[in-house]
């Protein structure tokens, strides 16, 4: 049973920076795709960044590359994602996912693990 559990979200100025955490358990992940995903109040859950586990082939989506970076830490188990210059539309619930796979994708439908989500705030 794959366990997903995020952490590290919290309010923070715009410029500011927050460091999110997800912690995963339960089955090896070395053919595993990792991912972070958001949701804002009133929009559907989007696609932010993902990373293999092995910490290679790390991509983004356009509105955050720069600024965030995902990474994994294969001896804790975690992934990890860095997020500076924050802006006050970052705002949002931010799930970690995964799924088994190293083929790229960037969509909600192809991960079939998810966290329950953290929030993270960015005042103006």
């Known amino acids: 049973q794959v366990q997903l559990v995020e952490s590290g979200g919290g309010l923070v100025q715009a410029g500011g920076s927050l460091s999110l955490s997800c912690a995963a358990s339960g ?3 070395n053919s595993y795709t990792m991912a972070w995903f958001r949701q804002a109040p009133g ?3 989007a696609f ?3 990373i293999r586990w092995s910490g290679a082939n790390a991509y983004y989506h ?3 590359k720069g600024r965030f970076t995902i990474s994994t830490d294969n001896a804790k188990n975690t992934v990890n994602q860095q997020m500076n210059s924050l ?3 970052d705002t949002a619930i931010y799930y970690c996912a995964a799924r ?3 083929s790229n994708r960037d969509y909600e439908d192809a991960y079939g693990y ?3 989500g953290t929030q993270v705030t960015v005042s103006s």
Do not use: I
């Open 114 to 116: 998810w966290g329950r």
């Open 100 to 102: 088994f796979g190293l």
């Open 27 to 29: 089955r090896p992940f």
């Open 87 to 89: 802006k006050p539309e």
């Open 48 to 50: 932010v960044a993902r």
């Open 43 to 45: 929009t559907e859950r």
């Open 62 to 64: 356009d509105s955050v």
